[in-house]
């Protein structure tokens, strides 16, 4: 039987890793699905064990994302049905930028002849204001350029290929045990006025979004949507944490957190985005979608995440 072939990018990291998690976790699909995942070193640790505990469904594809041509080559032209793309910031290490990440991925993905590309990018403000805000946060910025340029290549290609765009918000992942938690709650309580609200979202949660879009093309085709699961003041995400763990949310001390924000110019300017114009994700439509979407109690619950056992 023919299988739906699914590629996904970054399979052994943080997003990547979330819809390989959630496609394997659907119910029997017809076809089967047949996942590839994407690594750059198929003889890690990690990748290993990931092949291992899913034989027959998925398959390692060893590769350097940013040099696309050699990957498809290695794959019988139009075997692949569908594709999950994530970029990294330059920020986050990267030694390219997010567009010569994804653009000539975009490109040998449809010479390849996949029929539906899934981009996972930033929220800007809204389902339609993002189109237009490409805001002057550099990788915010650059995840737009990814946007209009997939959408654009789309209608010239006339129907060769779909597109969904996800837009998730600030990662609830941002608040596992550690250092950098006390940390992002400092520049939190340094850059944010009091009332003002943060909207958060699980990195579980992108992956069902990945999931759902990448199995359902027909339904997701041409959409591009905000992710998010809860949207909090921080004395609000203080008060959950503190009914949750029965602790204090982590913070580190205020100076610290204004330095951070001085010394990191991208994190600062991210941090004012947040501040002037915020993220604005209808929560419940997308809990429509998913309707176990976590919000930041029910994240602080699950025991992968550390704080509870």
């Given at each position: 039987m023919a299988s739906n072939t699914i590629l996904v990018i970054g399979a052994t990291g943080q997003q990547g890793g979330a819809v390989v998690k959630a496609l394997l976790e659907l119910p029997t699909q017809t076809p089967?699905?047949?996942?590839?995942?994407?690594t750059r070193n198929a003889q890690a640790d990690r990748a290993k064990k990931l092949a291992e505990s899913h034989k027959g469904v998925l398959e390692l594809v060893e590769g350097d994302s940013s040099k696309p041509k050699p990957i498809f080559n290695s794959l019988p032209k139009g075997?692949?049905?569908?594709?999950f793309i994530v970029t990294t910031p330059a920020m986050g290490g990267s030694k390219l930028t997010e567009e010569e990440q994804a653009l000539p991925l975009v490109d040998?993905?449809?010479?390849?002849?996949?029929?539906?590309?899934?981009?996972?990018?930033?929220?800007?403000?809204?389902d339609e204001r993002s189109w237009e805000n490409p805001t002057s946060v550099p990788h915010f910025l650059a995840k737009h350029n990814i946007e209009i340029y997939l959408r654009d290549k789309a209608e010239k290609e006339q129907g060769k290929f779909t597109w969904t765009?996800?837009?998730p918000v600030a990662f609830l992942e941002n608040f596992k045990p550690g250092m950098f938690c006390a940390v992002f709650t400092a520049m939190w309580a340094s850059a944010l006025s009091a009332e003002t609200k943060l909207q958060l979202i699980s990195v579980r949660d992108i992956g069902k979004f990945g999931a759902i879009a990448l199995t359902e093309p027909a339904k997701w085709s041409k959409k591009a949507v905000g992710l998010a699961g809860d949207?909090?003041?921080l004395d609000e995400a203080r008060a959950k944490f503190d009914s949750v763990?029965?602790?204090k949310l982590p913070q580190a001390w205020g100076i610290f957190g204004k330095v951070m924000l001085w010394a990191i110019k991208e994190v600062g300017t991210m941090f004012?985005?947040?501040?002037?114009?915020?993220?604005?994700?209808?929560i419940e439509a997308r809990r429509r979608d998913v309707p176990d979407l976590q919000n930041f109690a029910a994240w602080l619950k699950a025991p992968s995440n550390g704080w509870t056992n």
């Open positions: 089967p699905l047949r996942i590839l995942a994407l075997s692949v049905n569908s594709i040998a993905a449809v010479e390849h002849g996949v029929k539906h590309i899934v981009f996972s990018s930033v929220e800007r403000g809204g765009i996800l837009r949207e909090l003041t763990t029965g602790k004012q985005f947040f501040e002037d114009e915020g993220y604005h994700v209808d």
